[in-house]
């Protein structure tokens, strides 16, 4: 049966084998789970959130389980973008698939050096800018809130990189298609969504937030019917490709992504209850396909809106 | 990886024992967790970790019920199949030039008894061995010297007032247990300058090293995964004040 | 143990026995659940919402479940308020806890003759405004995302009527403070907060949104993060009291939400799984309140801003 | 109200019949449901409804996998306990002056069971009963004309097409199975002018009435719940074209 449909997506002047990809901050630098999933079967990954320095993080706990959710509040600890290019790519080298990278600043200029610094890279096929990050020049107003930030700093990062640029959108504001409208306006290649939702859980028998953090970011199944409703959304405003993530565990919430109007789709939480779990949605897409008598992958996207 | 479950039995107050099928294909070192899906559903979503306490013809844990996965996981029934994944963590390096101390505080107790069985069967060592809890009901090994707080079986006290008299530089201990615990062995190790490995806990997501969920922090300021780096640590890494 | 903690809860000139409420659209006209629940147990009861004149509601189907959760599109199907007084509330006679309207209009106009209404009814202790709503003279914008209609609303509430008004918010918004101080600065006695989160499913079969409306509101276990997180804010910033409602399905989250800072807390789709869960909310309270040495439920409220 | 499961049995492919211990609290008449909580935690979120299938010193139901709730279900053993609410609905109305005729396809049958049994041995009436299934492995019942659409049991084809030709202005038709034969029935009711009684299915999550997420649209433009006014409807009042 397989082989027959036509998983590929093209991005620019990428083409991905298949849509699925597996979201930044749960999938280590990919070689964590080179054990469970041949990464070449994969249409790409992204690599934990990289900063311009090393970053230690928040103090634990960083996480706590919810009703068919987490809240995390890692604190984006990474190596800075340095170390991973010189001490995680070198593992990465002769893949047969997309690397993306993701990064985040809390300046514009941390952003544009860093895609300047990445662009020189040839494993790295596309960069993915976390804007859900307080601004400190802008008195820490969120850049992914804020439309105008987002527009600057989309068209700061074009400028200094070739490679595609895909905006990773927060679901934590009142119309997300709008500033899906602002990145493209900016140039962006692409835009990703969601971002984890901001919860709170509380301890009360300490009677203090259970993260030590305060709040923390929701993801996991609970988030996926908002994740959907919001890229449909999207869908209705912009042209450019959208790569949909939130709460994706199983093919048929990731053809409800797609059919919303997700070209790409992105697990994330769900790699950490099944590791091998990208593989089998890989595998599920494509037997929906070849039972729905469906071709292309490329004529679900969207088809809810028809 | 879905293990049939061999055996499950209650063992003292709220503590199940749960064998399941080994399938022979990896050895385990003492220390060393599996990260188990309570469910082949999504509730609840995260995978739960538990220690290895012994390993033979099945691979054996010992769980104390304290929320909702631990619950449903003691009303599974043999026969059934589960989803483990494992074996992670460093575990527990023996020094067979040491005196070998195995302190242990209630559930903490579970890993030291395959970390036991490992040094005196595998290794043909000798170790001696201090497991506390609170009373006689939450009891469930008879093996080393056990003590109960309220002294209603064996010593009266606490696992590490059974054995803090008796420490010197040559011991290395092996703990496991509750936080308090151990930060009081980590005192009575800077003082009797004797080694310590600690088994630590932490919430966790991922099991893998990829969530960072699971850190704690070390004395250099910085953090490290309890899943990969640890939950075996020299107690000399960990910020304890911080803990 | 039970009875020598204090539960009560004073809100502007009316006492709650104890902080737990039901929630509107979720409990009926209260009667339903006369044969699971001494209704003279709760705090009081928030019946289903009232229009100006009866509404039919949206076309089936008009649930679905999520994973912890379900969506909801019934479109506000009700009797309309004169039908209610006539119809409803005299088998509400006599009973010793507190009824609370939700009501909600598309223009200002339907809202003010509504609390007029309502107002003169001895029955109704107080009104809840549902600003979930598209406001049709405002060329559909809805109510609740705005400040400035929020604040007229609530003016032109407080203006016909003596009893306490109580504005319930949309968690689909930004920053949900901002709307709670429009409310407060309006002379609004209390905020209820949250309503549900927009979402949709699709029906990958059909590649359709599997609900007729499209798009429908999230609520059970899986958003309770996201509403304690939302308590915690407006708490920050308002000083009149807050009701907490989302995701509520025991005594825990219930205490959550008053430590994060609500006065009041309100039950929802968890009445759907067990129609006894209200009464067992204020048990686990009470015992939580006795094993922890709280002898008033006010003591708890906000605790975690300390 | 927790039930404790006397009998869970496979009757057919992806078929079940449970019977739980009966409380003899109260008379469940034909047609009506009850709630199911599939798990005693909160996922699934929603209780599912099934129809009694037959009311004895069990409380009797059969119920077909389709989906991750029935999945859950069909895994619980003898001697567990299941949270019901229950029972809701209208029920079948009997009516002794008519020819009772019962037509089920599919799951659907399950109801009808009973409503057979509480008709010949209840009321001790006659009625004929003409049950349709896509194949033999699906057949869960010996009771009444059985038809399969590949022929491979009984008639070959569809329930209403054994007995369509056969219907007449004193039928008093019980119907309940898939949404397409219903619509096929209430044409040849309009036609033969006979009665008919239906049970419909909609997404629920109440059970009781307030949600108000069961709806189906009425001939006179309203929407009526069929939690609560129903289950059963007499087909005349159904908007059919809008189901
Ligand atoms: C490396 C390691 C080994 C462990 N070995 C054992 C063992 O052998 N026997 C045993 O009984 N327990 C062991 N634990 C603790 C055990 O994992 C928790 O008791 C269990 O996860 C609680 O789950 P719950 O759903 O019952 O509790 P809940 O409190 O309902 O769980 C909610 C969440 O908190 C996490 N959690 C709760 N308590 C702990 C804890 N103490 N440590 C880590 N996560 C926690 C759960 O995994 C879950 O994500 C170990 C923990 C770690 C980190
Ligand atoms: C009054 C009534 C009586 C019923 N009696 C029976 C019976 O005796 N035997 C039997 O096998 N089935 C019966 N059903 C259908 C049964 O409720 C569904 O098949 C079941 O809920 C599916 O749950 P699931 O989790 O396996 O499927 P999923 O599709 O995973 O369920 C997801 C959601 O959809 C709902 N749902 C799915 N299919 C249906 C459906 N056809 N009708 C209503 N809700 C649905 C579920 O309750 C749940 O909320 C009845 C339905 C109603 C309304
Ligand atoms: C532990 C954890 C760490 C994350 N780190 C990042 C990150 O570094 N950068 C980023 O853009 N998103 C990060 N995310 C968000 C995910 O990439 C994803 O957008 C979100 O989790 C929703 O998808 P999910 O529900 O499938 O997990 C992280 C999520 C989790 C759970
Ligand atoms: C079926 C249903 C109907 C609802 N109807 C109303 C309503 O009429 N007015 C209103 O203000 N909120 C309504 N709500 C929202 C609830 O009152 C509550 O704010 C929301 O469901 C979140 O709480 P929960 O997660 O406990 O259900 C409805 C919710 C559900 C599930
Ligand atoms: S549990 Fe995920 S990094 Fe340790
Ligand atoms: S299921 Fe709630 S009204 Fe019928």
């Excluded at chain 1, 820490?140 to 809130?145: E, I, M, R, V």
């Excluded at chain 1, 890229?231 to 919303?260: R, S, W």
């Amino acid at each position: 049966m397989a082989g027959n449909v036509n998983l590929t997506v093209k991005l620019c002047n990428l083409i991905f084998k298949n849509p699925v990809l597996t979201a930044s901050g749960t999938f280590g630098y990919g070689v964590e789970f080179s054990k469970y999933v041949n990464l070449n079967k994969l249409g790409g990954f992204i690599v934990k959130g990289l900063s311009l320095y090393e970053k230690k993080g928040n103090k634990p706990p960083r996480i706590v389980e919810t009703p068919c959710g987490m809240l995390n509040a890692i604190g984006l600890q990474n190596i800075g973008v340095e170390r991973f290019i010189d001490e995680k790519l070198p593992k990465l080298q002769g893949l047969n698939t997309h690397i993306i990278a993701n990064i985040y600043g809390t300046e514009v200029e941390e952003f544009v050096k860093m895609a300047e610094i990445l662009d020189k890279d040839p494993l790295i096929s596309a960069l993915e800018i976390n804007v859900s990050c307080p601004n400190v020049s802008a008195g820490g107003a969120l850049f992914g809130k804020d439309p105008d930030m987002v527009y600057v700093l989309t068209v700061s990062i074009k400028k200094v990189t070739k490679k595609p640029v895909i905006v990773k959108l927060t679901p934590n504001v009142e119309d997300i298609a709008f500033i899906a409208q602002a990145a493209q306006s900016a140039g962006a290649d692409a835009v990703s969504l969601i971002n984890t939702i901001t919860g709170m859980v509380v301890d009360v028998k300490s009677r203090k937030p259970f993260l030590a953090n305060k709040t923390g970011g929701l993801s996991g199944p609970a988030i996926y019917p908002i994740g959907v409703r919001m890229v449909y959304e999207v869908y209705e405003k912009v042209k450019i490709p959208i790569i949909g993530v939130g709460g994706i565990y199983n093919a048929n919430i990731a053809l409800q992504y797609i059919m919303a109007g997700a070209s790409l789709i992105e697990i994330g939480t769900a790699n950490f209850i099944d590791p091998t779990i990208s593989i089998q949605i890989i595998k599920g897409i494509e037997e929906f396909m070849n039972e729905e008598d469906v071709d292309s992958i490329s004529k679900l996207v969207g088809v809810v809106h028809n | 990886m879905r293990l049939k479950i061999v055996e499950k039995r209650q063992v003292a107050k709220d503590t199940y024992v749960l064998k399941v099928e080994n399938p022979a294909l990896f050895d385990i070192l003492p220390g060393q967790f599996f990260m188990i899906r309570i469910n082949d559903f999504n509730y609840p979503l995260l995978r739960r970790p538990l220690s290895v306490a012994g390993f033979s013809n099945t691979i054996d844990f010992i769980f104390k019920v304290v929320g909702e996965g631990t619950k449903i996981l003691s009303l599974k029934k043999e026969g059934e199949f589960i989803d483990f994944l494992g074996s992670f963590g460093n575990g527990f390096t023996i020094n067979s030039s040491k005196r070998l101390v195995l302190i242990g505080g209630g559930i903490g107790v579970a890993p030291l008894l395959y970390l036991k069985d490992t040094i005196e069967n595998g290794y043909k060592l000798k170790c001696e061995s201090y497991f506390g809890f609170n009373t006689k009901s939450e009891v469930f090994t008879s093996s080393g010297n056990v003590s109960t707080m309220d002294g209603s079986l064996g010593f009266k006290g606490t696992a590490v007032e059974m054995i803090q008299g008796d420490l010197d530089k040559n011991s290395l201990i092996y703990a496991c247990g509750p936080l308090p615990m151990l930060k009081k062995l980590a005192l009575l190790c800077f003082e009797y300058g004797c080694e310590m490995q600690v088994s630590l806990e932490a919430r966790m997501a991922c099991g893998i090293g990829v969530c960072l969920g699971c850190v704690v922090p070390t004395v250099n300021g910085d953090f490290k995964r309890v899943c990969v780096e640890g939950p075996v640590f020299d107690y000399e890494e960990i910020q304890w004040q911080e803990m």
